[in-house]
């Protein structure tokens, strides 16, 4: 079993549309990474967070320590939202290596 | 602009033959990291250093080396040695400390292997 599990691998959606993706771990972690691929293949980090909520512009992250889950949501979805989602964790006491969940690809079609 | 370049974007090369993948950044960051990515599968940590003439193996090290001979640049060679070179390579830094710090990454190098 992976360590960082993601649903669902594969997500269509209609433009205006809320979107939520789920990340669910099985270590202890010290911060959660959500990350964004496009198809060139460019990655981008949108979020790392350690408890609570954060928000960013139509994106928001949050995570349950208690529960070892996560969501990133995306409000009025756009087909520039589409894209590879990826979770990642920092594991406790670990080094700075992250451990990646396989990603969610989302399209938002027009 | 500050950020991570990896070169070159292409590769293409023949069974058997050693090719050095290029990672520079300038942002200052003491760690660096090496990732493949295969369809399907999450990103992979092949080797990682956290300061100068140091580094580490990751999950995936087997025919694979690196080295740190500056703080900018970190360069991957792919040796003959490594059964299925063949992927999305992907360079990443980070600051360093207690904290958990973001990771920033290249555009990556596509290697093709025939």
């Known amino acids: 079993k992976n360590e960082v599990e993601q649903s669902p691998q594969n997500l269509t959606a209609q433009e205006g549309e809320f979107i939520t993706i789920n990340c669910s771990y099985s270590v202890g972690i010290s911060a959660l990474h959500w990350l964004q691929q496009h198809p060139g293949g460019g990655i981008v980090s949108l979020f790392m967070?350690?408890?609570g909520k954060k928000k960013h512009g139509r994106l928001i992250a949050t995570i349950n320590i208690q529960e070892k889950h996560s969501s990133l949501h995306i409000t009025a979805s756009h087909p520039r939202d589409s894209a590879v989602y990826i979770c990642?964790?920092?594991?406790?006491?670990?080094?700075?290596?992250?451990?990646f969940g396989k990603g969610t690809k989302l399209t938002v079609n027009p | 602009d500050g950020g991570i370049t990896q070169s070159p974007k292409y590769l293409f090369r023949k069974e058997g033959q050693n090719v050095t993948l290029s990672c520079e950044q300038n942002l200052n960051h003491d760690a660096m990291y090496w990732y493949r990515q295969d369809p399907g599968q999450g990103l992979r940590l092949i080797y990682y250093s956290q300061i100068v003439n140091d580094f580490q193996k990751g999950d995936i090290a087997e025919g694979y080396s690196v080295s740190r001979e500056k703080k900018e640049s970190f360069p991957l060679t792919v040796t003959s040695a490594q059964k299925n070179p063949t992927a999305f390579y992907l360079c990443a830094s980070s600051r360093v400390g207690i904290l958990s710090y973001e990771q920033y990454f290249g555009p990556g190098t596509r290697l093709t292997v025939t």
């Open positions: 967070l350690s408890s």
């Open positions: 990642a964790v920092r594991i406790q006491g670990g080094s700075e290596k992250l451990v």
